[in-house]
């Protein structure tokens, strides 16, 4: 299972759309934060945070994250190594987790240079250390939660089809919809009460609680719910080559 994790970073690190993909999420941030006017600039806020971040990015990461994980079965099966992979002395699940692992590991790779943001505004604040480092610290285990979640959904799409494009697209759209399609559905107000609940199904809701700064145990099960539910719908699809 270690080897096969290894092997996806190794191949995404090896081309360069891997370097691309980490580079936009960067440089997408950076001039959001830092360079265009607006209410997503630091510098232009009364107060010192990182906020806008933790806004960006689930927007950011809705295309990028199906970008790396687009490949990962869809690739397999276009080369025709599926059957070999299957073969390895691995379940059909410990498949499923190396390939979740590599593709959340690129995703925290993405993550830990923003860390420069927070040194920065923690020095530029009016006073040195003037920024509330305990909720942002929870923002970036939300920002985390999220990152994995989009992988779970991202791999699941991956194994559906062998046409990568195909895989991105059915990843983005399936992000989309977890992280704003029940937030959407409960405005509508047809359920009759029950709108809390199906708010509650969103990505969008627990992600905002987390942002707060707050770890709740429902929202940390909640996003663990998620990866488990797409990662075993994974495994689904990969049997399904026996029946």
Same mark, same amino acid.
């Given at each position: ?8 970073? %190794? &191949? ?5 759309? /891997? ?13 959001m934060l830092w360079l265009f006017p607006g209410v997503f600039n630091i510098l232009d806020g009364s107060y010192a945070s990182i906020d806008s971040l933790f806004l960006i990015s689930p927007w950011v990461f809705m295309f990028l994250i199906p970008a ?31 390939? +979740?692992? *590599? /593709? ?18 923690? @020095?530029? /604040? *009016? @006073? ?5 480092? $305990?909720?942002? +610290? ?9 990152? $994995? ?7 699941? *799409? ?21 992280? *704003?399609? +029940?937030?959407?559905? $409960? ?29 709740? &145990?429902?929202?940390?099960?909640? +996003? ?10 994974? %495994? ?8």
């Amino acid at each position: 299972m270690r080897a096969l994790m290894l092997k996806e970073i %190794r &191949s995404f690190l090896n081309s360069i759309t /891997g370097y691309m993909v980490i580079v936009v999420y960067l440089l997408i941030n950076s001039l959001m934060l830092w360079l265009f006017p607006g209410v997503f600039n630091i510098l232009d806020g009364s107060y010192a945070s990182i906020d806008s971040l933790f806004l960006i990015s689930p927007w950011v990461f809705m295309f990028l994250i199906p970008a790396i994980t687009m490949r990962m079965f869809a690739d397999e099966k276009r080369a025709g190594t599926m059957e070999l992979l299957l073969t390895r002395p691995l379940t059909d699940m410990q498949i499923v987790w190396a390939k +979740f692992s *590599a /593709g959340f590991i690129l995703v925290l790779f993405s993550i830990i240079p923003t860390l420069i943001y927070y040194i920065s505004v923690y @020095q530029l /604040g *009016a @006073q040195v250390g003037n920024i509330d480092s $305990a909720g942002t +610290f929870g923002s970036y285990i939300g920002l985390l939660f999220l990152g $994995a979640s989009y992988v779970s959904i991202g791999v699941f *799409a991956s194994s559906l089809t062998e046409n990568q494009i195909v895989a991105f697209l059915i990843s983005v759209m399936l992000c989309l919809f977890m992280y *704003a399609g +029940f937030e959407q559905m $409960a405005s509508l107000g047809i359920f009759g009460g029950a709108e809390l609940f199906v708010l509650n199904l969103g990505i969008n809701e627990h992600y905002t609680s987390m942002s707060r700064g707050v770890i709740d &145990s429902r929202d940390v099960l909640y +996003f663990l719910s998620v990866i488990i539910i797409f990662a075993l719908a994974t %495994r689904l699809v990969l049997q399904s080559r026996k029946w």
